[in-house]
């Protein structure tokens, strides 16, 4: 998922405590100096100075849903069916 110039976001970290950042301007995003044990209010989060800025790659973020999507297709005039990703088609069949 692209994250756009201003977003804010947390990050979890071990023992249940929240580090939280902003994105800049790609590549890069600002963490604040404060981490904490829940989740706060962006507006509360804004108010803390910032630690450090770092280029941040596009798949840091929700790496769950860089995974790859295969999706089914049906052949509108044979009927087959088929998995398709990423330019790739494999043939499949329908499971009950």
Same mark, same amino acid.
């Given at each position: 998922? @692209?994250?756009? %110039?201003?977003?804010?976001?947390? *990050? ?12 800049? @301007?790609? #590549? ?10 829940? *989740?706060?209010?962006?507006? %509360? ?12 790659? =596009?798949?840091?973020? %929700? ?7 295969? /999706?089914?297709?049906? =052949?509108? *005039?044979? @009927?087959? /069916? ?5 330019? %790739?088609?494999? #043939? ?5």
């Amino acid at each position: 998922m @692209k994250q756009r %110039e201003g977003h804010v976001f947390s *990050i979890r970290l071990k023992a249940g405590r929240y580090a939280f950042g902003r994105v800049l @301007k790609n #590549p890069l995003c600002a963490f604040y100096g404060r981490g904490s044990d829940q *989740i706060l209010d962006v507006d %509360e989060i804004a108010k803390d100075p910032i630690g450090f800025k770092v280029w941040v790659m =596009d798949s840091a973020f %929700e790496p769950e849903l860089q995974e790859r999507v295969w /999706l089914f297709k049906e =052949d509108p *005039i044979s @009927k087959a /069916l088929s998995l398709y990703s990423e330019g %790739e088609e494999r #043939p499949a069949s329908e499971v009950l």
